[in-house]
């Protein structure tokens, strides 16, 4: 089956502009969770999606947000993007929020760069 | 808060060596436990995962012991492969704020020559 699908894989962005990324789930799988994943700072946790609804947010600015539709699929949003928003974003799915009974099933992430 | 602590790397091994990378935590809850790898220009790849204290997981050769007593989760492999080679994260799952975030540690880039 296919697995998580993060489109677009690169992106390069200007200082100030905004950036949606998007995130496929694997078919049936209704949690998605996003991570920022920088040489200085590593993996860090954005959101938690389920149902549509954010069940917790990480230590983010405001200029960080995301939603997730009736099919599961999510998109996060960065506006006014500065120079260290630059890194990998990775989503997971998982068949439902799960301590680690089902596992989460990482994308291939989207690399995103701001100039 | 939670918190994940692995051996700095990059640790570089010939082909058949022995492998460990440490890794310990810090938790609030009960967490469950994961190894990930992270291959070149790829996403994270579950490697294997322990849910409770004494449970041994273990997956393509590699395992770890979930012990609760020293809070640690490490990682071995009795013979590694060049195809071994990659970054390998340490992390923890915890219920906190409502939901299952994964918390993680730096990482350790592991190199294996033939």
Not at chain 1, 16 to 26: A, D, H, K, M, R
Not at chain 1, 45 to 63: A, D, I
Not at chain 2, 78 to 97: R, T, W
Request: with cysteine.
């Amino acid at each position: 089956k296919a697995g998580v699908t993060q489109t677009p894989r690169y992106l390069i962005k200007t200082r100030g502009q905004q950036v949606t990324l998007s995130c496929s789930p694997i078919s049936g799988h209704r949690s998605v969770s996003w991570y920022q994943q920088t040489p200085g700072q590593g993996l860090q946790f954005l959101f938690e999606y389920f149902s549509e609804t954010q069940r917790n947010k990480g230590n983010f600015p405001g200029r960080f947000s995301g939603r997730q539709f009736s099919n599961s699929r999510s998109e996060m949003n960065v506006s006014t993007l500065e120079l260290g928003d630059s890194a990998l974003y990775l989503c997971a799915s998982s068949l439902v929020p799960d301590r680690g009974n089902y596992g989460y099933t990482f994308g291939s992430g989207t690399r995103l760069t701001v100039v | 808060g939670n918190s994940v602590t692995q051996m700095e790397g990059p640790v570089t091994l010939s082909e058949e060596a022995f492998l460990t990378i440490n890794c310990t935590y810090t938790a609030t809850g009960y967490p469950s436990l994961f190894w990930y790898v992270q291959y070149p220009g790829e996403g994270l790849q579950l490697l294997l995962k322990a849910t409770k204290a004494d449970d041994k997981g273990s997956n393509k050769g590699f395992e770890a012991t979930y012990r609760k007593e020293t809070t640690s989760f490490h990682l071995e492999k009795g013979s590694v492969q060049v195809s071994d080679s990659a970054v390998y994260f340490c992390a923890l799952s915890d219920e906190g704020a409502g939901s299952y975030q994964l918390t993680f540690g730096k990482g350790t880039k592991l190199s294996v020559i033939p």
